[in-house]
T-cell receptor, first 114, second 110 residues
Framework: QQQVKQSPQSLIVQKGGISIINCAYENTAFDYFPWYQQFPGKGPALLIAIRPDVSEKKEGRFTISFNKSAKQFSLHIMDSQPGDSATYFCAARGSGAGSYQLTFGKGTKLSVIP | GVTQSPTHLIKTRGQQVTLRCSSQSGHNTVSWYQQALGQGPQFIFQYYREEENGRGNFPPRFSGLQFPNDSSELNVNALELDDSALYLC???????????FGQGTRLTVV
């Protein structure tokens, strides 16, 4: 059972454009939603994270939008740059006993073309 | 940061392997994930203050240890071809805080 569904699987964006990646979750016990960026041959690096008490969080060019009622959240990358080309993973985690693990989406491969 | 060793490893089916991780100083929680090619990481287990704190859907031949010196290890017995993957270690200050990943160990089972 895939608890976090991520789309699209791949994305091509022009330099300077907006990249949008969407995720949907099923488990209402999730209360922490991070996004990770992964370059080939490297481990995932934490980009930005949000908790469900806020609907939006912005850090530089990266923004998370969160819709608790729809159980959806998304990552927006403004002014996308070729250096942003990587695979992006959304994840979710609960906070109750036995709920400490991150559940990841399948990833979105972003390519930003000059 | 979080460092893992070795970076690459080739083993034969049926063998045993030990992967190592050095957590960030002061982090009392370490988690291990398996990432198959083209997939998101899958949770194997978590150790909190040197005790297993949670386990994903992996068989008992996957085991681990956490030591008081910010190091930990993942052991896999009776290797199968499907065990070929990138194995990631993630450390965090506590069970509920941000997890920081190492660069991973690429295991190939032939």
């Amino acid at each position: 059972q895939q608890q976090v569904k991520q789309s699209p699987q791949s994305l091509i964006v022009q330099k300077g454009g907006i990249s949008i990646i969407n995720c949907a979750y099923e488990n209402t016990a999730f209360d922490y939603f991070p996004w990770y960026q992964q370059f080939p041959g490297k481990g995932p690096a934490l980009l930005i994270a949000i908790r469900p008490d806020v609907s939006e969080k912005k850090e530089g060019r990266f923004t998370i939008s969160f819709n608790k009622s729809a159980k959806q959240f998304s990552l927006h990358i403004m002014d996308s740059q070729p250096g942003d080309s990587a695979t992006y993973f959304c994840a979710a985690r609960g906070s109750g006993a036995g709920s400490y693990q991150l559940t990841f989406g399948k990833g979105t491969k972003l390519s930003v073309i000059p | 940061g979080v460092t893992q060793s070795p970076t690459h490893l080739i083993k034969t089916r049926g063998q045993q392997v030990t992967l190592r991780c050095s957590s960030q100083s002061g982090h009392n929680t370490v988690s291990w994930y398996q990432q198959a090619l083209g997939q998101g990481p899958q949770f194997i287990f978590q150790y909190y203050r040197e005790e297993e704190n949670g386990r994903g859907n992996f068989p008992p031949r996957f085991s681990g240890l956490q030591f008081p010196n910010d190091s930990s290890e993942l052991n896999v017995n009776a290797l199968e071809l499907d065990d070929s993957a990138l194995y990631l270690c993630a450390s965090s200050l506590d069970r509920y805080t941000e997890a920081f990943f190492g660069q991973g160990t690429r295991l190939t089972v032939v």
